[in-house]
């Protein structure tokens, strides 16, 4: 059974950073491309970025480029995302997901980003 559990998220002062983990299980994680996706309330999916199951091709949203970071660590199972420079519009429930469109996902972690 896929598990994908995602951690780091909470209250940051727009400006703050968070480091976002998904610890993965279930299936062959260095295999995979992996992205993440987020859902702010009362809105859609949306993908924010993606990687290459080798660690190559980090891909973003033109809405985080240069604020966000992806990056894989496959020795722990674990994908990664830095948020940087976050704005409030940035507040959204995050999810690492196995495909772009995020139908394979974990349950998400909550970033909020107020002051």
């Known amino acids: 059974e896929v598990q994908l559990v995602e951690s780091g998220g909470g209250l940051v002062q727009p400006g703050g950073s968070l480091r976002l983990s998904c610890v993965a299980s279930?299936?062959?994680?260095?295999?995979?491309?992996m992205h993440w996706v987020r859902q702010a309330p009362g809105k859609g999916l949306e993908w924010v970025s993606g990687?290459?199951?080798?660690?190559?091709?980090?891909h973003y949203a033109d809405s985080v480029k240069g604020r966000f970071t992806i990056s894989r660590d496959d020795a722990r199972n674990t994908l990664y995302l830095q948020l940087n420079s976050l704005k409030t519009e940035d507040t959204a429930k995050y999810y690492c997901?196995?495909?772009?469109?995020?139908?394979?996902r974990g349950q998400g972690t909550q970033v909020t980003v107020s002051s």
């Open positions: 997901a196995k495909d772009s469109t995020g139908r394979v």
């Open positions: 279930g299936f062959t994680f260095s295999g995979n491309a």
């Open positions: 990687i290459n199951s080798d660690g190559g091709y980090p």
